[in-house]
C-alpha cells in the first residue's frame, strides 16, 4: 500500500496527488505539515532529513521531492501512459517538469501567489510582485505558443510533463491579478478541468490562505 505525507493545501502534494489519481492507485493519506505539524519528529526525519512534504512510502521505498515522486510513479506504475523507456522521449517530459520548477514556480508559486496573494497587504512588496507577475506573463505566454497546435503540452494526450505545470492553473486563474490573453492555455486548462483527479486533488479552494503567512 502506498501511503503519502503531507497537506492537501499543499501545491507540491497536489502534484503528487493527481497523478495518484490518474492512476488510480489505492493509497492512504496522512495529512502532515502546516498546522498539522508532524515534520520534526525521528520519525519523519528518518523519512525525509529535509523535513518537508510531499513523501511517499510504498512499501518500504521511501521518496521525497514533488518531481522524484512524480517520476518514480511514472517509472513504476505507469509505464505506456506516463513513462518511456527512451531516453529522448523521457527528456522531452524532464526538461519542461525542469522549467516549471526552475522557472514557473518560483515566480508564480512563490513570487505571486505568495507574495501577492498570501501575503498582508501592509506587507506586500508590489515593485516585487508586479515583476513576478511580468515574468509569469511571458511564462504563459510562452505555453500559449506552444499549445497553439496541440491539445496537451506534448500532444494529443496527457503525459506527465503536463502535472506540474497544470497544476498552477487552478490558482492562476483564480486569484486578482492581470493576466494576458491566453486562449490555448484557457483551452488546456478546460481539458484538465474535465479530469476527475485533478477536479479532486488540484481545485481545492484556497481562500482561507488570503492574506495569511502562516498555515
Known amino acids: 500500500m502506498l501511503t503519502i505525507y503531507g497537506r492537501k493545501s499543499s501545491f507540491n502534494l497536489q502534484k503528487v496527488m493527481w497523478l495518484v489519481g490518474e492512476l488510480a492507485m489505492p493509497h492512504t493519506h496522512t495529512e502532515m505539515g502546516g498546522s498539522f505539524g508532524g515534520l520534526d519528529t525521528p520519525a519523519f526525519r528518518a523519512m525525509n532529513p529535509h523535513g518537508r512534504v510531499p513523501v511517499i512510502d510504498d512499501d518500504g521505498t521511501i521518496v521525497w521531492g514533488s518531481h522524484a515522486i512524480l517520476r518514480y510513479l511514472a517509472a513504476r506504475y505507469g509505464a505506456g501512459r506516463f513513462w518511456s523507456d527512451d531516453p529522448a522521449a523521457r527528456a522531452l517530459v524532464d526538461r519542461w517538469m525542469d522549467w516549471a520548477q526552475t522557472a514557473l ?7 505571486v501567489f505568495w507574495g501577492y496573494y ?62 494576458p490573453p491566453l486562449p490555448h492555455v484557457e483551452r488546456w486548462y478546460r ?25
Do not use: K, W
Open 105 to 111: 514556480q518560483p515566480d508564480f508559486l512563490m513570487g
Open 191 to 215: 481539458a484538465l478541468q474535465e479530469r476527475a483527479a485533478y477536479r479532486a486533488h488540484v481545485m481545492i479552494p484556497f481562500d482561507d490562505l488570503y492574506g495569511r503567512l502562516a498555515y
Open 118 to 179: 498570501r501575503t498582508p497587504a501592509s506587507e506586500r512588496n508590489l515593485p516585487a510582485v508586479e515583476a513576478s507577475i511580468r515574468r509569469c506573463t511571458a511564462h504563459f505566454r510562452l505555453l500559449d505558443e506552444l499549445l497553439g497546435d496541440r491539445p496537451f503540452l506534448l500532444g494529443d494526450r496527457l503525459s506527465l510533463a503536463d502535472i506540474p505545470l497544470g497544476t498552477n492553473l487552478y490558482r492562476y486563474f483564480n486569484i486578482d491579478i492581470a493576466r
